[in-house]
């Protein structure tokens, strides 16, 4: 409960990317656990029951939980990226703009990814 205050009592922009980056991360792990379970049916019960699988996916709320893994890696990874670039090249100054760079990417691609989805969806 510790962290959670310090979460909600610190406002700058590096502890909002922290925390953001530490719960990306987390969704990612679950994610990367559900798709390997999801994917090693076709090896223990056989290809029958991975294309049936597979054809339960395919639906409005699948696709809107790929959208949002869409959106959480890009996040993640360009975080990542934001903090290598503090890290290494001593940009503290600059952890703002970077921050903000990151949620815009964030967003662009978050809207692409939408664009293509709705295309193929129409």
């Known amino acids: 409960m510790i962290y959670l205050r310090d979460f909600i009592l610190n406002k700058h922009p590096g502890q909002t990317a922290f925390g953001l980056h530490r719960i990306s991360g987390i969704i990612l792990i679950f994610y990367l656990l559900l798709h390997i379970i999801l994917h090693s049916t076709a090896l223990i019960f056989g290809n029958d029951a991975y294309n049936n699988l597979a054809k339960r996916m395919d639906n409005p709320l699948a696709h809107l939980l790929e959208l949002s893994i869409i959106v959480i ?15 290494f090249f ?21 809207i692409y990814s939408l664009s293509i989805y709705f295309e193929r969806l129409f």
Request: no cysteine; glycine share 8%.
């Open 90 to 110: 001593l940009l503290t100054r600059f952890q703002k703009g970077l921050f903000f760079a990151v949620k815009f990417a964030t967003a662009f691609i978050g």
């Open 73 to 87: 890696a890009s996040f993640h990874l360009l975080n990542g990226l934001r903090l290598i670039l503090i890290d």
